[in-house]
């Protein structure tokens, strides 16, 4: 039995939920799944981690303020504790690993040292990781440098591995994704006028200049805020639509999930997502298989596998509120046919082409180590 031990920082549904189709899918594979940390501070998500083959090191998590979008986001560092050991008493026949933080770097090493194929995978892109330093830069040439095969969440992340050197046949990707079932049961009741914003409520993610595009908009409509606050960003924002004039076409939901996040999507007339970064963006995902239309960021890096322009959603730039308010203004007064794409979106981010996706890594990096 061939073992694939993935490391990853912490558990979340999205990778939950594949790396329990990747453990169905290939009954010849043993799964094993190695955190570096079980949570993170801005991250609200219940998962379940019950598979026997689940590992968690008891590693120092570092909050770096500054990065993305302007240095407003706080990264987290994760400081491996007893990662090599670890290695040396699972023997995994191929490693995975994400990303370029210190247990990429461990792993790269043992991999190399053991002549065990490594499998970069990596969900970050060109915008999402423009404000890079130096040695994040060098343990990406590293890393990149070193990998038998690479395993990219989107097109996004793909030509970012291609920017740093990698060859492209070496590429594989596995859409970042979530459950798609619930979303394609959705029976659609929209509302006329009706916006939802569903995420964290950070600088990142944009929420403020979503605020002031509504503020611009012509079409009459209300919005509705489905997230958690974090750094107190809530109450800026509060202040800012009290200065604009819409604070009274604001609802604020709090933290949604399961079924109050499934209607508020099923009655909802657009999905606005108006990140400043985001790598993917799996509410995407979600609203594309709900037949939800998505008022999309440029920046948002998923919105470029996930939309097809005019027909479920369309891509502004959020940081021109004018065209973002003509966008959703748009949408609102001609709604679009995404219904049309549900079924297909759902297939294409299904966590089965997933694994697909992850079989190619493995075989092109066990085809490397090979062939020398």
């Not at 770096?64 to 407003?72: I, S």
């Not at 993917?280 to 890096?301: M, R, T």
Request: glycine share 10%.
């Amino acid at each position: 039995m061939k073992h694939i031990l993935i490391i990853s920082n912490i558990p979340a549904p999205y990778r939950s939920g594949q790396f329990a189709c990747l453990r169905s899918r290939f009954p010849e594979w043993k799964v094993s799944v190695l955190y570096t940390g079980k949570i993170e501070a801005d991250r609200v998500w219940e998962t379940d981690e019950s598979e026997g083959d689940t590992y968690f090191l008891q590693s120092k998590v570092l909050s770096v303020k500054g990065g993305e979008v302007g240095g407003t986001a706080t990264r987290f560092v994760h400081l491996p504790k007893g990662l090599l050991k670890m290695l040396d008493t699972l023997k995994p026949d191929v490693v995975i690993a994400g990303e370029y933080n210190l247990s990429a770097v461990q792993a790269l090493f043992w991999a190399k040292a053991h002549q065990i194929p490594f499998v970069n995978m990596t969900d970050g892109t060109l915008h999402s990781e423009s404000y890079i330093g130096f040695v994040q830069k060098l343990t990406r040439r590293l890393i990149i440098g070193g990998a038998d095969s690479f395993l990219a969440s989107g097109s996004r992340a793909k030509e970012k591995l291609l920017h740093w050197g990698a060859e492209e046949e070496r590429i594989a990707i596995a859409y970042l994704t979530v459950d798609t079932t619930p979303f394609q049961k959705l029976v659609r009741q929209p509302e006329n006028g009706r916006i939802l914003y569903v995420g964290r409520i950070s600088r990142e993610k944009g929420l403020d200049l979503l605020v002031q595009a509504l503020a611009k908009m012509k079409v009459p409509c209300a919005l509705r805020v489905a997230g958690n606050d974090v750094g107190g960003e809530q109450a800026a924002i509060q202040s800012l639509a009290e200065s604009l004039g819409v604070a009274d076409r604001i609802q604020w939901l709090g933290y949604q999930q399961g079924g109050a996040l499934w209607a508020e999507y099923s009655r909802a007339a657009v999905l606005a997502v108006p990140s400043r970064s985001d790598c993917f963006g799996l509410i995407l995902v979600e609203a594309a298989c709900a037949g939800l239309p998505v008022a999309a960021s440029c920046y948002a890096d998923g919105a470029y596998d996930v939309i097809t322009s005019g027909t479920n959603g369309r891509i502004a730039d959020p940081e021109d509120p004018e065209a973002f308010a003509a966008c959703l203004d748009g949408m609102l007064l001609r709604p679009l046919p995404a219904e049309k794409l549900r079924r297909q979106t759902a297939e294409k981010f299904s966590f089965s082409a997933g694994a697909d996706g992850y079989a190619q890594a493995v075989e092109i990096a066990e085809g490397a180590v090979k062939h020398g």
